[in-house]
C-alpha cells in the first residue's frame, strides 16, 4: 500500500520560511517523478515543483528563486523548501508521484500524470 504523508505546513508571515516534508512508503524503490502541487481556496490545483529521476527539478515560474525540491532517498522523503513566502502562497499543498516510466522528462507538470497523493498541508502567509 503505496502512501504520501505531509507534513510542515503552518501559519508564517510573509518572507519567512517553512520546510515541507513527503514521507513516502509501500514501495521498494524511488518513483519516477515526485511533485509538489497546491490548490489556493476556489482554485484549481496547480503544479509546483518536481524532482524527476533523471535527476532535473522543475519549477512553476512564480517560485523559482524562492522554493526548492529535494529527496533524501534513504528516508524516502521529498523536501520542499519554501523561501521567502508571499501571501499569494497561501494554499494547501500537496505531495505525488508518478509511478509511469517515461524516457524523458515530459509530463512532470501534468496533475493528471500522478497516480499517488498526500492528504495535503495547509500553508498560510499573513500579510
Known amino acids: 500500500q503505496v502512501q504520501l504523508v505531509e507534513s510542515g505546513g503552518g501559519l508564517v508571515q510573509a518572507g519567512g520560511s517553512l520546510r515541507l516534508s513527503c514521507a513516502t512508503s509501500?514501495?521498494?524503490?524511488?518513483?519516477?517523478?515526485m511533485g509538489w502541487f497546491r490548490q489556493a481556496s476556489g482554485k484549481e490545483r496547480e503544479f509546483v515543483a518536481a524532482?524527476?529521476?533523471?535527476?532535473?527539478?522543475y519549477y512553476t515560474d512564480s517560485v523559482k528563486g524562492r522554493f526548492t525540491i529535494s529527496g533524501d532517498s534513504g528516508k524516502n522523503t521529498v523536501y520542499l523548501q519554501i523561501n521567502m513566502l508571499k501571501p499569494e502562497d497561501t494554499a494547501v499543498y500537496y505531495c505525488?508521484?508518478?509511478?509511469?516510466?517515461?524516457?524523458?522528462?515530459?509530463?512532470?507538470?501534468?496533475?493528471?500524470?500522478?497516480?499517488?497523493w498526500g492528504q495535503g498541508t495547509q500553508v498560510t502567509v499573513s500579510s
Open positions: 505525488a508521484a508518478d509511478s509511469t516510466y517515461s524516457s524523458g522528462d515530459f509530463y512532470f507538470d501534468d496533475i493528471t500524470r500522478y497516480d499517488y
Open positions: 524532482d524527476t529521476w533523471k535527476g532535473n527539478t
Open positions: 509501500g514501495r521498494a524503490f524511488r518513483f519516477y517523478t
